[in-house]
């Protein structure tokens, strides 16, 4: 009996321990995506249909409805991934978002939008916690070397930023779906997902404009009111009662959040920061000062410093390059050497060379302004307007004594035809530099562009009372003069930028446009044919001048006589 014993107890907890291992593969293959949302996501990402755009309406809608389950759950990134995984992996996000917006079937799904849009936020905050913790044992892990944790920080660096820019987008990209929707449980749907992604970040200290905040799990990069104000205007053209009591609740939320004032310690930590780096570049003016008056040679320069002031005093690029990464091999956290080669870099058409060492300078020290700048206009030379914007932005924010970042600015907005911040940013540059003719006659352009023309020509006026030999400024009011048909001044003035500057293609091709407006063939086609003996490529010349050739042809005009019966009395 007792041995019969024995055997039943065995058999049950055989029963048991299958029983379990059974349920908790269940488990295991339920949580599985909770588990490791990022890995999920990577997974979605990666499947063929995906990147063949080969979806069909039910398979949307399908994973619209697996989204908005996971949406509801904690989002989770497990342990198991360094910072340089992390960085693949949210590169692989950015090319999951490209094919979202490319996909017709996928952009015109609300639900799917609303719900993707929604998880793949909360995934990318998720994924900024793990990089924190990442890079926290990283720094004080006893084991690595200096020029070790130098190497991670870069990496922490960008896939931090990486994360916020897709996280502002996919905030912003869902409340502005809220127009677009039609049907009131779309509406809610979607302020529930704006809702949701707002808790996970402090939209309070975002607005502060700290960037070490806003490229962390909490931040994104937003203006200030800007996000309160979109969410007011939509919620302000809402017409359903329930859809206007629910977006008010949410609203209210959010507007409690933005009222409360900012901790000290946070005020502390942007203010300390600041002070930090006023002192950083007033020791690096005294050490420039001192280092002038003392004679450094290569044969006993033995600092850090002493290598990067024979850099800075150097007058060619291989010998600066040199001596910077000398520096930099003595003291790998020297961010004013990492500025300075980068920009040497810049020089020699290295780019993406140039801009991993304006990204380190910025890494070593997050409130060094002039890397800010410098990286500026490395993005603007790659015509990557909008982070350039970004850099300069930040830049006058520690250091407003730079003007030249209001030039540098405008010309990027120019570029995106943002012509009202252009005209912003060169009054700006005007307010600090009176008798600079070139400010005038670049914000004269952008207001012709707006087509405020007798605006342009009183900045084209004032650059030509600063410089009376300022050839270009001439051919730029001529255009306005043409433009409001005052055809003598704008002639008088074409001709006087031609007299100042007679290769002026330009200039030809502009009076020739004069003479058009008045018909005068002859002139037109004599104008244009010497804008291209200037210059041979000058498409509108190319374009235009067949068709002057042809109206310049005399015509025979016939009239036809009609006769005309007259009666007689």
């Not at 892990?141 to 930023?161: E, R, S």
């Not at 030999?469 to 031609?498: F, M, P, T």
Request: one cysteine or more; aromatic letters at 10%; a negative charge.
């Amino acid at each position: 009996m007792k041995y019969q014993n024995k055997i039943l107890t065995v058999i049950i907890l055989i029963i048991l321990f299958v029983g379990c291992a059974s349920s908790k593969r269940r488990m295991d293959s339920d949580s599985r995506e909770k588990d490791d949302s990022l890995e999920f996501l990577i997974d979605y990402a990666d499947l063929s249909k995906v990147r063949n755009n080969d979806f069909s309406e039910t398979e949307i809608e399908s994973f619209s409805y697996r989204f908005d389950k996971l949406c509801d759950d904690d989002i989770f990134v497990t342990k198991n991934h360094t910072i340089e995984r992390l960085q693949k992996k949210t590169e692989k996000i950015f090319d999951l978002i490209d094919v979202f917006e490319t996909n017709n079937k996928i952009v015109n799904n609300i639900s799917y939008s609303i719900s993707s849009n929604e998880l793949i936020f909360k995934v990318l905050v998720a994924t900024q916690e793990r990089l924190k913790e990442a890079y926290q044992y990283n720094e004080n892990h006893a084991g690595y070397t200096f020029d070790v944790k130098i190497a991670m920080t870069l990496p922490y660096i960008q896939t931090n930023q990486m994360c916020s820019d897709l996280k502002s987008k996919l905030l912003l990209n869902t409340i502005n779906l809220l127009p677009e929707i039609s049907t009131n449980i779309e509406k809610e749907r979607c302020w529930l997902a704006i809702d949701r992604m707002i808790e996970k970040i402090d939209i309070k200290k975002s607005e502060s404009g700290y960037d070490p905040f806003q490229r962390g799990p909490e931040g994104i990069y937003t203006s200030n009111g800007e996000i309160l104000s979109l969410l007011n205007a939509y919620h302000e053209r809402e017409v359903d009662n329930s859809i206007i009591e629910y977006s008010g609740e949410i609203l209210n939320k959010i507007i409690e959040r933005l009222d409360r004032k900012l901790d000290k310690q946070f005020w502390h930590n942007v203010r300390s920061s600041r002070t930090m780096n006023r002192e950083f570049q007033n020791q690096r003016a005294r050490l420039a000062d001192e280092k002038q008056s003392v004679a450094i040679d290569s044969s006993n320069a033995k600092t850090a410093d002493e290598w990067f002031f024979l850099g800075y005093y150097a007058e060619q690029s291989d010998l600066k390059l040199n001596y910077y990464s000398k520096a930099l091999e003595l003291d790998p956290e020297h961010a004013a050497a990492y500025n300075n080669r980068g920009n040497i870099l810049r020089s020699l058409g290295q780019n993406e060379k140039a801009i991993e060492d304006l990204s380190l300078a910025i890494a070593l020290d997050p409130l060094y302004a002039p890397a800010y700048i410098n990286r500026g206009t490395m993005y603007r030379d790659v015509h990557e307007y909008s982070k350039a914007i970004r850099d300069y932005d930040k830049a006058l924010e520690l250091d407003s004594s730079f003007t030249i970042i209001f030039y540098n600015r405008a010309a990027c907005h120019k570029s995106l035809g943002l012509y009202e911040e252009c005209i912003s940013d060169y009054t700006k540059a005007i307010s600090y530099d009176t008798q600079n003719p070139k400010l005038y006659n670049y914000r004269g352009e952008a207001y012709r562009v707006l087509d405020k023309n007798d605006d342009a020509i009183q900045d084209f006026n004032r650059a030509i009372e600063l410089n009376q030999d300022y050839a270009v400024a001439y051919n730029n009011r001529g255009r306005s003069y043409n433009i409001l048909k005052k055809h003598r001044e704008a002639i008088q003035d074409h001709k006087k930028a031609i007299e100042l500057k007679p290769n002026y293609a330009d200039a030809y091709y502009n009076l020739g446009l004069v003479y058009w407006e008045r018909a005068r063939w002859k002139d037109v086609i004599a104008a244009w044919e010497k804008c291209l003996e200037i210059d041979p490529d000058h498409q509108l010349a190319k374009k235009y001048l067949p068709e002057a050739k042809e109206l310049s042809k005399p015509r025979i005009i016939t009239i036809k006589k009609k006769v005309y019966k007259v009666k007689e009395d």
